[in-house]
Antibody, heavy 120, light 107 residues
């Protein structure tokens, strides 16, 4: 079964750093683009960017460029999303996704989501 | 940026009835259009890609149509498990963009 499993919910204070993870199984992780999507609770979906684990090539949405960093460790089929200094506005659910058949393409499957709460 | 606009925002439908959801792109996205379903507390799930191709395991009551800038998701006979939020997404150009969603609820 193709699946993406994400790390658990996190609570941080503004200014703190955070790295969340997404581990793939059931497919060749190295040759699929992995993306991240943000969803503020009660709101819609926003594409953040994608990474190619094979060579760590990345492409960011302008809205998120410089705000987050995507990375990957292909040896353990895991992608990461990192913040160096969180803001309250980063409070959201973050989903990782696999792009099917290259980029840009549709997303399937989706990880279960990681809830990030940033509050003082 | 290609802006995706979905309508209506909320659609109230009785079980067994037909539901028609619309998605409009601000510029042509060719056939690069997908639909996702999201139920409360769950991650979105791919329903349809390339305008009209159903993803694995998606029932035949879901169908997609359209071209260029106007697209439609039709649910032929709503079942209880279909009440959810539906999002369209274009993957023709960067940045990848989603519509704001249509919530299908019980009438």
């Amino acid at each position: 079964e193709v699946q993406l499993v994400q790390s658990g919910a996190e609570v941080r204070k503004p200014g703190e750093s955070l790295k969340i993870s997404c581990t793939g199984s059931g497919f060749y992780f190295t040759t699929h683009w992995i993306g991240w999507v943000r969803q503020v609770p009660g709101k819609g979906l926003e594409w953040m960017g994608i990474i190619y684990p094979g060579d760590s090539d990345t492409r960011y949405s302008q809205s998120f460029q410089g705000q987050v960093t995507m990375s990957a460790d292909k040896s353990i089929s895991t992608a990461y999303l990192h913040w160096s200094s969180l803001r309250a506005s980063d409070t959201a659910i973050y989903y990782c996704v696999r792009l099917v058949g290259g980029a840009p393409k549709w997303f399937d499957p989706w990880g279960q989501g990681t809830l990030v709460i940033v509050s003082s | 940026e290609t802006v995706m606009t979905q309508s209506p925002a909320t659609l109230s439908v009785s079980p067994g009835e037909r539901a028609t959801l619309s998605c409009r792109a601000s510029q042509s996205v060719s056939s690069d259009l997908a639909w996702y379903q999201q139920k409360p507390g769950q991650a979105p799930r791919l329903l349809i890609y390339a305008i009209s191709t159903r993803a694995t395991g998606v029932p035949a009551r879901f169908s997609g149509s359209g071209s260029g800038t106007e697209f439609t998701l039709t649910i032929s006979s709503l079942q209880s498990e279909d009440f959810a939020v539906y999002y369209c997404q274009q993957y023709n150009n960067w940045p990848l963009t989603f519509g704001g969603g249509t919530k299908v609820d019980i009438k």
